[in-house]
């Protein structure tokens, strides 16, 4: 059985996020578990929450919060086929944003965090928020980030895009081979290098752990050369029926190339392609 958290801010963003997960976890066994949090970012409430007694925090943040996480869960039931494998639960915190999602994740055992994320608007794009950012960085979970334009499908190709640089704890790419075997996908290992590729010893040896890791599964190479990295996956995305793009955190300065240019020029990819994030176990 998988535990997976729903992070929530009520917004239609992350309500397709919810609808994604639903729908991805179709065939598992799963407890939901649907968490909003009343983040603590103004002083002001900070001092209330310090004087105030639990009569008064269960009125003004608590009991609304439960209201609107019922009201999801009535969606839920309308809008979603029910699946006798799948189990809702409500959570609400008054916390700090990061520090609710790591108490829970440790509470509950959580295997996947799955969220909406939404980009700046206008010509120029953040192409993640920073709630999104924070969770995929800072807390030790499988992320899986949804953009605001992302509808289920079949996963045909997973492109997963890596340097070779770093050595894996290969129980880190789990989930990866679990969705692969389930969707019965196929990976596409992506390199990306600003000249002709040449793998040192290093990357070699990391390129066949991971041939040898994928080698039941179906699983290819490929080598782009190109001097912006989310240029060259835009144009690999573009030319293939890439449904998920999936990334280790470890590999974090080849990550935010991808992730984290504060900004670019809108890639609809961005909007549409959902983001597999995998960490290490703690």
């Excluded at 609107?68 to 609400?92: D, G, M, W």
């Excluded at 974090?252 to 609809?268: A, D, G, R, T, W």
């Amino acid at each position: 059985m998988k535990n997976i958290l729903l992070l929530t801010d009520f917004s239609e963003n992350s309500w397709n996020a919810i609808k994604y997960a639903i729908s991805f976890f179709e065939k598992e066994t799963c407890n939901f578990y649907l968490l909003h949090v009343n983040r603590l970012s103004n002083p002001i409430i900070n001092d209330a929450l310090y004087i105030a007694n639990e009569e008064v925090i269960e009125t003004v943040y608590s009991k609304p919060t439960k209201i609107k996480l019922r009201e999801i869960l009535k969606h839920i039931a309308v809008q979603c086929s029910p699946n006798k494998k799948h189990r809702f639960y409500t959570l609400s915190d008054y916390d700090f944003f990061i520090e609710s999602i790591r108490k829970h994740v440790e509470e509950k055992k959580i295997d996947c965090i799955v969220m909406g994320t939404k980009g700046a608007s206008g010509l120029k794009k953040i192409i993640v928020g920073s709630n999104t950012g924070h969770v995929i960085t800072k807390v030790k979970c499988t992320t899986l980030a949804i953009p605001e334009n992302a509808q289920f499908v079949k996963l045909e190709e997973i492109a997963f895009p890596t340097d070779f640089s770093l050595t894996y704890d290969i129980q880190i790419l789990q989930p990866l081979s679990e969705i692969l075997e389930t969707y019965q996908s196929a990976l596409r290992i992506l390199h990306i290098s600003k000249k002709k590729p040449h793998l040192n010893n290093n990357q070699n040896n990391n390129r066949e752990l991971l041939h040898d890791y994928f080698s039941p599964l179906n699983h290819s190479f490929h080598y782009l050369t190109n001097n912006k990295v989310e240029d060259a996956i835009r144009c690999f995305l573009e030319s293939r029926n890439i449904n998920m793009i999936c990334m280790v955190a470890k590999n974090l300065n080849y990550f935010q190339q991808i992730l984290f240019h504060s900004k670019v020029e809108e890639i609809s990819f961005h909007t549409e392609i959902p983001f597999l994030v995998l960490h290490e176990k703690i």
